[in-house]
Nanobody
Framework: QVQLVESGGGLVQPGGSLRLSCAAS????????MGWYRQAPGNQRELVAA???????NYKDSVKGRFTISRDNAKNTVSLQMNSLKREDTAVYYC????????????WGQGTQVTVSS
């Protein structure tokens, strides 16, 4: 059974940093492109960062230069380092397959809340 468990969210002031982690199980993690998504209240879920199985990365324009996605195939984890956080980054963050490449997703985990506020 596929499981995606996100962690690392919290409350941070504008300009601060957080590191999110996602532990994946139940599928051959190393061969799949993965992504981090976020959903703010009233908005659709959006892909903010993606990484291929070989480590090529891609980012939503609004997070380029601030967010860094990485993966550890030995530990079946994908991480998102978020720096210079802005209020508009406030959302629930999820990890999943890169739907733009795969055309489908696994069941969504519970996500982790990121709140950027002073």
């Amino acid at each position: 059974q596929v499981q995606l468990v996100e962690s690392g969210g919290g409350l941070v002031q504008p300009g601060g940093s957080l590191r999110l982690s996602c532990a994946a199980s139940g599928f051959i993690f190393s061969i799949y492109p993965m992504g981090w998504y976020r959903q703010a209240p009233g908005n659709q879920r959006e892909l903010v960062a993606a990484i291929t199985d070989s480590g090529t990365t891609n980012y939503k324009d609004s997070v380029k230069g601030r967010f860094t996605i990485s993966r550890d195939n030995a530990k079946n984890t994908v991480s998102l380092q978020m720096n210079s956080l802005k209020r508009e980054d406030t959302a629930v963050y999820y990890c999943n397959l890169d739907i733009s490449r795969m055309g489908y997703s696994h069941n969504w985990g519970q996500g982790t809340q990121v709140t950027v506020s002073s």
